[in-house]
């Protein structure tokens, strides 16, 4: 397995010297494993490596590019899509804007649900760097909608499996969290999650994707198993054995 590694040290708010891990690559797409804390795509109030500062550079000693297709929150771990030419990124956001890739995440919330799967609809207003659950009237408002199984009770909380069906910025956060079930360290919607100490950043993990090949018009499938952090967490949770898809 290809490892780009990131020279950034450990510490709260920072990508730690986990390597950024290549899950699949051919000569149109790369799918990454991103480390938790680290960005998707560079910031403008940053100087901290992203996934894609840190692929383009490799990819660049090939005489290759790196285009962004989707992006995962930076406290989110997990599969991350790029393309290699413009076509080819083209032709995989046509697909996102369809929202017909599959984009399975496992997240650690808060509590036990009363149902063992549902689905979730909400709408989201903008507001600064913060999503607000609005009503379907507001005309700035966002349709936002999932589908969720639990796989495991645990103590005090839950591990569920999230299938994304729109795909909008923070959302899954949000709308567990507006059901009373925020994932867990999910700081940014939930300031008591500043108590938390057993993981320092959201328990949130994009564990699956599949999409169509821009080229060959194949299914791709990619798993990613969760970090060790994440794991270590439900370990305490009471979850014994490792997750995997």
């Known amino acids: 397995m290809k490892q780009i590694r990131s ?3 450990r510490g709260l708010g920072k990508p ?3 390597q950024l891990r290549v899950l699949y690559q051919d ?3 790369v799918v990454l494993n991103k480390p938790a804390k680290m960005l998707a795509v560079p910031a403008d109030d940053s100087d901290l ?7 383009a550079a490799e990819l660049q000693s090939r005489r290759q590019r790196a285009f962004v297709v989707h992006r995962i929150d930076r406290l989110t771990s997990g599969i991350l899509l790029f393309a290699k030419t413009w076509p080819d990124r083209e032709a995989l956001v046509r697909q996102f804007i369809e929202h017909t890739p599959v984009r399975e995440y496992l997240a650690a919330v808060r ?6 799967e549902g689905t979730l609809v909400h709408y989201f207003r903008q507001e600064g760097m913060f999503q607000k659950v609005t009503t379907e009237t507001d005309r700035k408002a966002v349709r936002a909608e999932l589908r969720y199984t639990v796989e495991q009770r645990l103590k005090g909380a839950s591990l569920v499996r999230v299938s994304l069906v729109t795909g909008l910025q923070n959302q899954i956060r949000v ?9 867990i360290g999910d700081r940014k919607y939930n300031p008591a999650e500043k108590q938390e100490r057993r993981i320092t950043r959201v328990a949130l993990h994009a564990a699956h994707l599949e999409f169509i090949h ?3 018009g194949e299914s791709v499938s990619v798993d990613c198993e969760p970090p060790p952090d994440f794991q270590a967490l439900l370990q305490q949770l009471g979850l014994p054995a490792s997750i995997r898809r």
Do not use: T, Y
Request: no cysteine; hydrophobic share 40%.
């Open 214 to 216: 821009p080229r060959s």
């Open 7 to 9: 020279k950034i040290g």
């Open 49 to 55: 490596p992203s996934a894609l500062s840190l692929l």
């Open 16 to 18: 730690d010297r986990r």
């Open 111 to 116: 509590g036990h649900l009363s149902l063992e």
């Open 27 to 29: 000569d149109a797409v």
């Open 175 to 183: 709308q567990f969290s507006a059901i009373g079930h925020p994932v």
